[in-house]
């Protein structure tokens, strides 16, 4: 099971770089090659994503890696519980800095 956070990451790494080879992919997202190679079949398997053979120009083999339609409909789904996770986090944090802000200014009188 892929994270949705993981997920996320990889869709929006792949939607605007599709030709990153798995190792530059595994070192944007800070995770080893193993994983990124266990993600990425995961996501074709799901068919989320399609792989294309091309020869890039040093006349070696390549992959594309293109997001397919129901890719793109999955990371609008993980695009949002992402931004909805987010967000409650970022709401917990403006309290607890409100709550900070407070103590602090009430040791200040």
């Not at 799901?46 to 594309?64: D, R």
Request: with cysteine; proline share 2%; charged share 30%.
């Amino acid at each position: 099971m892929i994270s949705d956070e993981l997920s996320y990451r990889i869709f929006k790494l792949l939607e605007s770089n599709p030709d990153l080879t798995q190792r530059e992919l595994a070192h944007r997202l800070g995770i080893s090659l193993g994983k990124t190679n266990y993600c990425m079949r995961a996501l074709v398997e799901k068919g989320w994503i399609k792989v294309s053979n091309f020869k890039n120009s040093n006349n070696k083999l390549a992959y594309v890696y293109l997001l397919t339609p129901s890719g793109l409909m999955r990371k609008m789904q993980v695009t949002r519980r992402f931004l909805q996770r987010k967000q409650a986090e970022y709401d917990q944090l403006k309290e607890e800095i409100a709550r900070l802000e407070a103590e602090v200014g009430d040791a200040g009188k």
